[in-house]
């Protein structure tokens, strides 16, 4: 089975601009979340997909958005990049019918904002 | 506020040498998983501890999670250079919803 891919696998944007990124679960996987990754706060929860429907949300400005599409691909969208949005960016998915909520990571995008 | 809090951030040990690192909470988790994670990578799964007290290992890496479910320790005896990365712990709680992640354990383990 193919893993979690993510696409691009960087990226330099300007401040002000906005930037959309894209991920491709494991097939049959129908749950996708995304988080953040710095070094000074780890890894952090921005959102969870499933079904096409927002199921969770992380504590994250409206500037950061996502969505989901029918054959369970996701896209998050940061609008306004701030020099603080540089981080890793990781998508994982799973399996809407394990009981353990255990995820499967992509190997993320690496957002550098000048 | 961090709800786990993993120590140390950081160690650097030699090859062949064992170390233990942790994860502690104030919360009680339905599901505790060990994750690494290489530089310019996602991070990989390595076990999911789901039972307070339960041992799993893994080659030569051992978790365990706390008789209440709060806490879990990843053990690596005879560290090698591959061991080499972050090492993540997570929390769960229940079947949906997403994880709560320490903030890592950076490990270098040298030749």
């Known amino acids: 089975k193919a893993g979690v891919t993510q696409t691009p696998r960087y990226l330099i944007k300007t401040r002000g601009q906005q930037v959309t990124l894209s991920c491709s679960p494991i097939?049959?996987?129908?749950?996708v979340s995304w988080y953040q990754q710095t070094p000074g706060q780890g890894l952090q929860f921005l959102f969870e997909y499933f079904s096409e429907t927002q199921r969770n949300k992380g504590n994250f400005p409206g500037r950061f958005s996502g969505r989901q599409f029918s054959n369970s691909r996701s896209e998050m969208n940061v609008s306004t990049l701030e020099l603080g949005d540089s981080a890793l960016y990781l998508c994982?998915?799973?399996?809407?019918?394990?009981?353990?909520?255990?995820?499967?990571f992509g190997p993320g995008t690496r957002l550098t904002v000048l | 506020t961090q709800l786990l809090e993993q120590s140390p951030q950081f160690l650097s040990i030699q090859e062949g040498e064992n170390l233990t690192v942790y994860c502690n909470s104030s919360s009680v988790f339905s599901s505790l998983q060990w994750y690494r994670q290489e530089p310019g990578e996602g991070p990989v799964l390595l076990v999911t501890?789901?039972?307070?007290?339960e041992v799993k290992k893994l080659k030569r890496l051992t978790f365990q999670f706390g008789d209440a479910r709060k806490d879990s320790s990843l053990h690596i005896t005879a560290a090698q250079p591959g061991d080499t990365g972050l090492y993540l712990c997570a929390g769960a709680r229940g079947s949906q919803g997403n994880l709560i992640f320490g903030k890592g354990t950076k490990l270098s383990v040298k030749p």
């Open positions: 501890v789901v039972t307070g007290g």
């Open positions: 097939s049959g996987h129908r749950s």
């Open positions: 994982a998915s799973s399996t809407s019918s394990g009981i353990y909520n255990e995820q499967f």
